[in-house]
């Protein structure tokens, strides 16, 4: 086995639950490849491939080494074309690009001011100190008051989600009739909350509901086994 | 003269204002395609090609007749595959779906929390009448009540397109490094929003206001014309 994925996780290494390392765990299987997955606690990550990120997924395939999903996913795209497409041409690497930074401004931000506690209940007692710290930076205030409203947020979830509802309500993925890489980056965020919360707190005959747990049965329901 | 595209106008004609029919000005002058605009009130769309459709726009091309703004566009990168595309390949014509959804679901009802009152002054009396009466069923209130919130919904609609910011600020276009059919879907509600309000509502130095400035200089600042 040539081809190794770090990855994250806390105490039990049996639960990963970084979005970014879900979404390369998808694209590896979507592509077919085998993989080794190495997950590591936050803390560990200087100690994965000399340093070479700060932050996980890194791939190593063979003699090359990249860090962050984005890229990851463009690698894989351009280093096996014969195995199924991600992206579906250039066109739609610039897109998923936009899905990408819909996560990120729009889901990322009300995932943490749901689950950041439950996030960080995860966490070896090392990793609790580090995430505590960095995270607080990040906001700008204690964690306990990032998820003060919490009960608002989780209200104000489905919502967020109405681009996604209103495109897999016409069409079974993101993607059209197969998922793209734009899929496993919603997915990651979703399954980032499904590990750390239990929930997606999403009404279980919503569309978004019906695409993800599609997305759970993908190559085989690997991604279900995480609970 | 061989090409059509039956667009949408208040009393002045001198004005168009359809987000819809702005994405397809744009798409054609991408493809460098000559064409012929018919701009019509919204009572007078039934009377165009037969009343091939309830909405504008609707494109004629020699013998083919394709309505609604994102079927024109796949129908334009099919039938002129040499001009340059619009989607970059099938993936992107799948983002662009995102993409849409997102203008769909998320910008255009806050355009309409502000402008709804601006559109309306803009028709002619056949036309108020029946904006009036198919807006306030659609919206299930007044048309005043919409905007009832209206100075909310300028204060908080910078935010709502924070997607947008976060890829502009790293590349001139959501498409890369030229517009692709997902810019002008963007483009089309700003432009919307512009010609009927006088305004984006957005900071001079705000990465999206300098992204539409862009695309209001595109194709000889055809765009910008309108006013």
């Known amino acids: 086995m040539t081809r190794t994925l770090y990855s994250l996780c ?3 290494i049996a639960r990963p639950f970084s979005p970014h390392c879900w979404k390369v765990v998808m694209a590896l299987h979507h592509k077919g490849l085998d993989f080794e997955e ?13 340093g070479v990120s700060k932050t996980v997924p890194i791939l190593r395939d063979g003699s090359e080494v990249v860090a962050d999903s984005f890229r990851i996913a463009a690698y894989l795209d351009e280093a096996y074309p014969e195995a199924p497409t991600l992206f579906g041409g250039e066109g739609g690497v610039a897109m ?5 930074a819909y996560s990120n401004t729009v889901l990322h931000p009300a995932i943490a001011r749901i689950a950041l506690l439950d996030i960080h209940a995860l966490l070896g007692p090392e990793d609790k100190a580090y995430f505590r710290e960095s995270r607080e930076k990040r906001f700008g205030k204690t964690m306990e008051d990032v998820v003060a409203r919490r009960e608002e947020e989780i209200a104000a979830f489905p919502a967020r989600f109405e681009p996604v509802r209103h495109l897999v309500k016409q069409q079974p993925y993101l993607g059209g009739e197969n ?18 919360a239990g929930s997606i707190f999403m009404a279980k005959d919503d569309p978004v509901t019906l695409w993800f747990e599609r997305c759970l049965d993908l190559y085989n329901g690997m991604a279900r086994e995480t609970a």
């Not at 190495?38 to 000399?50: G, V």
């Open 179 to 196: 998922p793209l890489f734009a899929d496993y980056i919603i997915f990651g965020a979703l399954q980032w909350l499904r590990v750390c």
């Open 10 to 12: 806390g105490e039990d």
């Open 96 to 100: 998923a690009r936009f899905v990408e």
């Open 38 to 50: 190495r997950r590591l606690a936050f803390t560990a990550i200087p100690s994965a491939e000399n």
